[in-house]
């Protein structure tokens, strides 16, 4: 069976739980921005956590079924149809073949998520279908969906229509959104007034927010410690020698906008990085839209694990919901 | 050297051996990386090492962060014990100087630049001392240079000089990054080259192109049938200037598969080359004639 892709919509593109383990490379992880909801949609159609389905960030596909299916949209709130009827999300749904599933506007949140029973089939690329589209890696030719394409789905038996993720279980940012920041990596470069700052003041979600990375603008600008720069570092006062960057991390180049490193993070370079998002708040920033307000919140290491934890516990409960 | 230890988030702990760059720096986070990977402690999922640091990532539900952070800083004695010597390659990769491509998009954004009026090549030439473009050039490519990281995007080698620090190379990165960048230009930012692997944003100083494939995800490229990226940390790189039409050819021997780079073993010992770096130097260049 395969997935005839009518309309693209902006961005739409195959990931699965991504390729740990090149990050070394320069080549990221990738997968699902928001992997909760990528989970849990493969778990309401019936299909392993890791399945690949599809990503489509502000506006959905058109995309035209060769068999019957289970499907399900979890993540973004958007109106879902099936030749031209109103479906839910976070439910499961089936799809006859000839069927048109399409969407209507985004009404809150930023990414959907598409699982197929079956999950897409598309050839793996060291271990994963992910779409890297900069290492041409994964998804269609290592690029994003286009119209005309025919994708590959996996055969499985259809589900019970109407299984459904709770309300409880869903998660997503609130406004404000509040992303939870362990410091330390470079933090010491900032004075303490600029670290007091980059927490008291309020953000806005930039234009420049992909899967690479999410910028910040509106607060103000941050102060360095003074030194004489190190050898090889470069003369800005953001630059150090180049080094690796975690996922999460967050580089404020000049001092001016924050960048948040997302799933597809480039894997080093020469800018000075105060600290991480906390691993289970890297879901939310898949769901921020442009002109979102956030406000970063000073954790620690504690608080980061206890969220992690809390997290986990949700995905069980879903797993326990469906199972 | 002071190695600080610190957490990015609560999946990676950041190790950085000096905040200055130097070979030295750079052969205590290549020991200590292997280090942590022979130590196979439970949990660690990558382990990158950079020019003179490194990152491991890793799941705190196996091991703690805590903890993980102790594992890691006691293998720091094992680092400083550890030889500053490797077995590796020498690689000689042609270089196309001031080629119309790399010359375009220079042009093109112009206004990011810190001296809007000449060239890349023009300005770092300048600021580095050099009379001529021709000298600088010069300077560029007689010595080599070893991978010192590999990563950003890609495969993408970062690349230190093999010189005495006051003859090393220095420019700034552009004042704002571009939004394209031609595949395989060979830039130039803080006191380091590389090579793009694939075309995209860059913040880094043009100074000419390869035509050699460094990263094939299809590997269909002979050289890279085996794995997709070239480079690896401590690989030794010389590049070798050449003109429009040896560029061609070579292109569309690459292009054919029937091109494969010159690549020769060798022994680095950082402590005998710092006793004599150009006669070291030409050592690790005359393998290149027997490849």
């Known amino acids: ?244 960057y975690s996922y999460g991390s967050i580089q404020v180049p000049g001092g001016t906008e924050p960048i948040v490193l997302h799933r597809d993070a480039v894997s080093g370079g020469g800018y000075f990085t105060l600290g991480a998002i906390i691993s289970a708040d890297m879901d939310l920033i898949g769901q921020l839209q442009p002109n979102t307000q956030v406000k970063f919140v000073n954790v620690d290491m504690d608080t980061a694990l206890a969220a992690r934890a809390e997290r986990k516990v949700t995905i069980q409960k879903i797993r326990e919901e469906l199972g | 050297m002071k190695t600080r230890y610190t957490y990015g988030g609560d999946e990676h702990v950041y190790v950085e051996m000096d905040e200055e760059m130097s070979l030295e720096a750079f052969f205590k986070s290549l020991s200590m990386s292997n280090a942590v990977r022979e130590a196979d402690i439970p949990g660690v999922t990558e382990i990158c090492p950079a020019n003179a640091s490194f990152q491991v990532r890793f799941d705190p539900d196996v091991t703690a962060p805590l903890e993980m952070l102790k594992r890691i800083q006691e293998l720091e004695h094992t680092a400083d014990k550890a030889e500053k010597r490797l077995t590796t390659r020498i690689v000689e990769v042609p270089v196309y100087y001031q080629d119309p491509w790399t010359h375009e998009t220079v042009m093109r954004f112009r206004e990011r630049h810190q001296d809007p009026n000449g060239t890349d090549l023009d300005y770092a030439a300048r600021i580095n001392g050099y009379d001529s473009v021709e000298a600088f050039i010069e300077a560029h490519h007689a010595q080599p240079w070893f991978v010192s990281m590999v990563g950003f995007v890609s495969g993408l080698p970062f690349l230190y000089q093999l010189v005495e620090r006051e003859k090393q190379i220095q420019v700034p990165k552009y004042l704002r990054p571009r939004t394209d960048t031609p595949k395989q230009t060979v830039g130039y930012g803080g006191s380091f080259s590389c090579v793009y692997s694939v075309r995209g944003a860059g913040g880094y100083q043009m100074f000419g192109i390869t035509p050699m494939t460094i990263y094939d995800p299809k590997q269909e490229v002979s050289y890279l049938r085996d794995f997709l990226v070239f480079f690896k940390p401590g690989d030794i790189v010389k590049w070798r200037p050449i003109d429009r039409a040896e560029y061609d050819r070579i292109l569309s021997e690459v292009e054919a598969n029937t091109w494969t780079p010159r690549v020769a073993e060798v022994e680095f010992n950082l402590e005998e080359f710092n006793k004599d770096m150009t006669g070291y130097n030409a050592k690790l260049m005359e393998a290149l004639n027997d490849a």
């Open chain 1, 1 to 244: 069976m395969t997935l005839k892709i009518v309309k693209s919509g902006l961005a739409t593109t195959i990931q699965d739980m991504g390729r740990p383990g090149y990050f070394h490379l320069g080549i990221p992880e990738g997968g699902a921005m928001d992997r909760l909801s990528m989970r849990a949609a493969n778990m309401l159609v019936g299909n392993p956590e890791g399945a690949a389905g599809l990503e489509a960030v502000f506006m959905g596909p058109e995309i035209e079924f060769t068999r019957d299916a289970s499907v399900a949209v979890t993540g973004a709130e958007m109106p879902v149809m099936v030749d031209g009827e109103a479906r839910g999300t976070w439910t499961a749904f089936t799809v006859k073949a000839g069927q048109i599933l399409s969407f209507g506007f985004l009404q809150s949140g930023a990414r959907i998520y598409i699982a197929v029973s079956g999950g897409i089939t598309t050839e793996p690329d060291l271990g994963s279908r992910s779409t890297y589209p900069i290492g041409a890696l994964g998804g269609v030719d290592g690029r994003a969906v286009q119209p005309g394409d025919e994708l590959p789905v996996g055969d499985a038996p259809l589900v019970a229509e109407g299984r459904r993720v709770p309300a409880a279980l869903r998660r997503g940012p609130a406004n404000p959104a509040e992303l939870r920041v362990l410091t330390g990596l470079y933090w010491y470069r900032l004075t303490d007034t600029a670290g007091q700052q980059f927490f008291e003041d309020t953000w806005t979600v930039a234009a420049e927010a992909d899967r690479m990375g999410y910028r910040f603008k509106g607060g103000r600008p941050l102060e360095f410690v003074e030194r004489e720069q190190p050898f090889g570092a470069g003369a800005d006062p953001s630059n150090i020698v180049d080094g690796c």
